[in-house]
Structure formats: C-alpha cells, structure tokens
C-alpha cells in the first residue's frame, strides 16, 4: 500500500527527532488594489472635498440603503492614497472595531486617515456611540503614527453631513493627549481596550 506524500513527510521528520508540533505558520500580506472611481488629483484640505469624495465612492462601490463605514487613506501631503468599506451594517447600526479600521491604513502606509460612516435616514448628528468610539480610535492610531484628520457623519438620502473636525471634535482629542501623563494614563488605558462598537 503506497502511502500518501504528507505521512511520508511526518514519518521522515520524526525519525530525525523533529517535533512536526512545533511547525509555525507562515503568512504573507497582500494589498489588492480593486476597481478605481474617476478623481481629479487633489489634496483632501477641508471637509467638503472629503465628502464629496466618499458619498461619489458609497453610491458607486457601497450600499447606500445600509450603514457602511469607510475610511479614506492619505499620504503625509493629504493627498488621496485610497478608499476602503471597512464594515456594512443594518439600516439602523454598523459594527466595527479599531483594528478594522487601521488595517488598510497600516497596509497602504497611509501618514493620516477620514473616518466616515454613512446614514441612510439622513440624521447625520453623531450619538454618544459615536463620540465615544471615535475617541478611541483617534487614540489608537496614534501608537502607529497615523493621524486622524476628520470623521464625517455622510447621509446618503441627502447632501447633508457633519464633521467632527469643523466642530472642534477632533481637535479636542489631540489637546488632551497632550496633557501630562498622570493626567490622560487612566483615559488612555480606558480608551486603547480592544473593543467594537455599534455606531447607530
């Protein structure tokens, strides 16, 4: 009886006292680029470019029925490196946690990121959820020196849309990660702890 090549393989590496237990996996890490959407080259400077950019990216790409969470990846100059659908939810929330959100930006080398998410009933007032999560992702990213430049609340019913940048939000953060460290440890701790988040 002819055995098959992978006990072969087993049999050999115990005979010469390899442990085939001790094997590691190894992974490699591929971006895929998908598609592209027509785009005038510019820098993404204010928050109507950015929300021009990803509404235009939701209707061709996304589902502008359901909630989707997207992240819009920048080089050091804020020019447009990329787009990503991090998650898609329900009419009503999306999940997504802070590690989703970095890994295209972490894969693309990207210096800054805008946070959007979208709202197919068009009320674009950010909830507590909101604020809070955002925090946290803001305080996250820093360890991987990626900065977050705005989140953006983008209805799809409408043309309407809020950003946490133009009202101070954003910038709020970074001032109080810049207090002394007995002051923001507890915070930063608090904030850094793997979660996800229903963003309604």
């Not at 800054?112 to 909830?127: F, K």
């Not at 809070?132 to 991987?144: G, H, K, L, M, P």
Request: some cysteine; charged content about 25%.
């Amino acid at each position: 009886m002819k055995l098959p090549n992978w006990i072969k393989k087993f049999l050999r590496r115990a005979s010469r006292g390899i442990n085939p237990c001790w094997f590691v996996s190894q992974y490699r890490v591929k971006l895929v680029r998908e598609g592209g959407l027509p785009f005038v080259k510019c820098r993404i400077d204010n928050s109507e470019k950015a929300h021009s950019l990803v509404r235009k990216f939701i209707e061709t790409y996304g589902q502008s029925d359901r909630k989707q969470f997207v992240v819009l990846m920048l080089t050091e100059e804020r020019e447009v490196i990329g787009l990503n659908i991090v998650a898609t939810g329900s009419t009503a929330s999306v999940l997504v946690s802070s590690r989703e959100i970095l890994k295209p930006a972490i894969l693309t080398n990207a210096s800054a990121i805008i946070l959007c998410h979208s709202q197919p009933n068009g009320d674009v007032q950010p909830s507590e959820e909101d604020l809070t999560y955002n925090e946290r992702v803001v305080w996250s990213a820093r360890f991987f020196g990626i900065r977050i430049i705005d989140h953006l609340i983008i209805s799809t019913a409408d043309e309407s849309y809020f950003s946490f940048s133009e009202h101070g939000i954003i910038q709020k953060i970074y001032q109080s990660m810049n207090q002394p460290k007995s002051a923001a440890s507890d915070n930063e701790d608090a904030l850094l702890a793997p979660k996800s988040a229903t963003l309604h």
